[in-house]
């Protein structure tokens, strides 16, 4: 029989770095969860992709067990990473503060696929641009669609 779900938490913590200060410890204290516990196997699970920023969905059962699930970093994160810039720009339609090429979005793509909610590589590309064109990032090269 299953068990009965309490409640969700997301959280957005870097991997690797749990520990039981703001946010990790409030969120998971408020819904009776062990927050140590969970530290050492989030830690666990994530030390090959230490410092990266990584969403977890955390399910909290009634009896105060838990599960969680680990999703690939953020878009604007990962963009940020590879044009090699600190933040995206103020007034992004007038300043653009870094270039990726088609290559690196289809890249992006690619990994960010299971959390996006598309089907196709093509529209996981375009919503990678549009998250580009919205931080002030060009995408430079030809686009690989009709339209």
């Known amino acids: ?9 997301k959280l957005q913590i870097k991997g690797g770095a749990a520990n039981p200060s703001p946010p990790v410890g ?18 666990a699970r994530t030390q090959d992709q230490a ?24 878009v604007a994160i990962q963009l940020l990473e590879v044009a090699k810039v600190k933040k995206g720009s103020p007034e992004p339609h007038v300043n653009k503060v870094g270039a990726v090429t088609w ?3 289809k890249q992006i793509a690619e990994g960010k696929l299971v959390d996006l909610n ?4 093509e529209s996981a590309m375009k919503m990678v ?19």
């Open 118 to 121: 598309c089907f196709t590589i």
């Open 51 to 74: 410092g990266k920023v990584l969403p977890v969905i955390i399910t909290v059962f009634a009896d105060k067990s838990f599960d969680f699930i680990i999703k690939q970093p953020p």
């Open 129 to 147: 641009a549009g998250t580009a064109r919205s931080m002030g990032i060009a995408v430079k090269g030809t686009s690989p669609f009709k339209n």
């Open 26 to 43: 409030p969120a998971l204290g408020s819904k009776g969860v062990n927050i140590m516990q969970f530290c050492k196997q989030f830690n």
């Open 1 to 9: 029989m299953a068990k009965e779900i309490a409640g969700l938490i």
């Open 103 to 105: 290559d690196q979005v």
